[in-house]
Nanobody
Framework: QVQLVESGGGLVQAGGSLSLSCAAS????????MAWYRQAPGKQRELVAR???????NYVDFVKGRFTISRNNAENMVYLQMNSLRPEDTAVYYC???????????????WGSGTLVTVSS
């Protein structure tokens, strides 16, 4: 069974930094795109950043220059380094990965259970 487990959330003051990690475990063939999403209270879940297996990255405008996504393919990990945090970054952050379980089938999206990031003003 494939699982994604996030870690690293917590409480930080505005202007501070946090680093999130996500580990994929279980039996699978490969991992395609990995991404971080977030969901603030009362709002829809939104994409924060994504990274391909080859290391190409995309960021949404509101985190460009502040957040950095990276991954370790050998360890099936994805990371999100968050700097210059703002109160509006407060949300539950979710790890997402498109994982190929069987080589002759397409990838499927998996989600972690989320980790809370709270930024105080």
């Amino acid at each position: 069974q494939v699982q994604l487990v996030e870690s690293g959330g917590g409480l930080v003051q505005a202007g501070g930094s946090l680093s999130l990690s996500c580990a994929a475990s279980g039996s699978f063939s490969s991992i395609n795109v990995m991404a971080w999403y977030r969901q603030a209270p009362g709002k829809q879940r939104e994409l924060v950043a994504r990274i391909t297996s080859g290391g190409r990255t995309n960021y949404v405008d509101f985190v460009k220059g502040r957040f950095t996504i990276s991954r370790n393919n050998a360890e099936n990990m994805v990371y999100l380094q968050m700097n210059s945090l703002r109160p509006e970054d407060t949300a539950v952050y979710y790890c997402n990965a498109n994982i190929v379980v069987f080589r002759d089938r397409g990838g499927m999206d998996y989600w972690g259970s989320g980790t809370l990031v709270t930024v105080s003003s």
